[in-house]
């Protein structure tokens, strides 16, 4: 590990795209080499095409970096992105068939047949896909970031009791909407509830990532999922209520027992970027709270709370994580660690 991998991230003037560069700033595994964003950006000094929003400083080096246009000709053979939906399914293609290994924050590529999508803790024998894809590189995807709490929480409850139904209501952060954002007039002293797709990738993503691996194929489970998604003037943290039917009904007790008890193969491999503790649980019923447990282990674990029976499911709870963190940048840098551990990228 002593020798740093060049990396690259694509939409890096966005505000994903700076999460990224917080992030792998001084990264024990990988260094940023190349920079690259739209043809309006490209050509200028990072520091001046990017409007900077992280909370720690631009690192001044990387300030110095000359943006480059997000074409498939960069030296650096793993790619970050974190462009916009709009132009990324293309423009990763382009990469993956130029031999490039991209980790895509982007919807794109979520439901290929034949590419990954990976919360590490939770289906990390997934990466078995990616033989089956006919590019000379390779895509693998990181879910929506509402989408990765909930399933974190899920995955032990599923592996140990076996899910039936889920119901979840989202609380979701301005953040997740991008920068500049919302218009204040919207959120401000309001909650909205519709956020364009997001409805759809609650319900269908948990389904491929819950998915048993068989000969390279997926097999999906029998589970019936409904969603409802808003957006609440909260800066940072989606909160989401789950109501859940298991196929053998648990105790308050064993469910307890298992969220603290999980641990998985980021855990196991102690990669730099996963947390010690995938869940925490709460017993304080005014917990989780996004300005108090955001941000635990750098924002990387999911906070659970207020488990308590319900009269229409099994169980009730809620869970947070950060969506810039856990849900974005740091949930697909911790992919890219887990295929540097597995030997997945001893070519680059």
């Known amino acids: 590990m002593n020798q740093k991998i060049n990396v690259a991230i694509l939409g890096a003037t966005g505000s994903v795209g700076q999460k990224f560069v917080e992030l792998l700033t001084d990264h024990p595994w990988f260094q940023i080499a190349e920079l690259a964003a739209s043809e309006r950006s490209s050509g200028k000094k990072y520091a001046e095409a990017v409007n900077w929003i992280m909370q720690t400083p631009l690192d001044q080096e990387i300030g110095e970096m000359v943006v480059k246009e997000a074409k498939a000709n960069l030296s650096s053979k793993l790619v970050f992105s974190a462009l916009d939906s709009s132009v990324a399914g293309e423009i990763e293609t382009e990469f993956a068939n130029g031999g490039y290994t991209v980790i895509s924050n982007a919807r794109n590529h979520r439901f290929d047949d034949d590419v990954p999508l990976m919360i590490p803790e939770v289906n990390p024998e997934h990466l078995e896909m ?17 989408t990765i709490g909930m399933v974190l929480a899920l995955k032990p409850l599923h592996d140990a009791f076996g899910i039936d139904t889920i119901n979840v209501v989202t609380m979701q952060a301005i953040s997740g909407s991008g920068y500049p954002g919302l218009p204040s007039l919207d959120i401000l002293e309001n909650v909205l509830p519709f956020i364009s797709g997001e409805e759809d990738k609650m319900e269908t993503e948990p389904i491929k990532i819950l998915s048993s691996i068989e000969n390279g194929k997926l097999k999906s489970p029998d589970i019936k999922i409904s969603a409802q998604c808003n957006r609440v003037p909260v800066i ?11 196929k053998t009904k648990p105790t308050k007790e064993d469910i307890i027992k298992v969220w603290k008890e999980f641990r998985s193969e980021p855990q196991l491999l102690n990669l730099p970027s996963a947390p010690k503790l995938p869940i925490h649980y709460f017993d304080n019923p005014k917990y989780p709270q996004p300005k108090l447990h955001r941000n635990l282990e750098n924002g990387m674990a999911v906070s659970v709370g207020r488990l308590r029976e319900c009269s229409l499911f099994d169980y009730k709870f809620v869970v947070l994580s950060h969506n810039t963190v856990r849900g974005a940048a740091g949930g697909t840098i911790l992919i890219a660690e887990l295929l540097k551990a597995k030997n997945l990228l001893s070519e680059i």
């Not at 940072?236 to 298991?246: A, M, R, S, Y």
């Open 130 to 146: 990616l033989k089956n894809q006919k590019s000379t590189g390779t895509i693998i995807t990181n879910p929506n970031c509402s």
């Open 236 to 246: 940072d943290g989606h909160t989401e209520c789950v109501q859940i039917k298991f």
